[in-house]
């Protein structure tokens, strides 16, 4: 799993590299995605529901709309400002969003959307 934090949070870390393919899915209030249950305790010890939000509403974007596969990276400053940002999984960059404030607890995260369902690295 692609996470790093200067904080000490190895034990969410551990966590999600748990999380090895799924069978329970999670429909996000837009309806244009789903999520899995990695991305669920993701959003529920992290209290990032929020970063779901921005994948699911970024999906009407022109430059996102027929991409099968976006991998998204959310990078944590120390100062709690973040930089939201989606790629085609190589290096073309598809969207970005600056976050004026979060405490998010790790300094970075790579999430998957593929095929409209979100879901951490290890459960791709």
Known sequence: MQTTDINGNAKLKGALAGFQGGEQY???W???IVY???IKY???TA???WLIDIVASAQSVSQLKG???QAWTLD??????AKVYATDGNTTTLYTQEIPY????LDSIKLFLADNVLLLPSEY
């Open 76 to 81: 944590v400053n120390p100062d709690h400002r």
């Open 36 to 38: 899995t249950e990695g």
């Open 102 to 105: 979060t405490d998010f607890p």
């Open 26 to 28: 999670y429909r996000h």
């Open 42 to 44: 993701l959003a529920d």
């Open 67 to 69: 991409e099968s596969f």
């Open 47 to 49: 209290g990032a529901y």
């Open 30 to 32: 837009l309806r244009n």
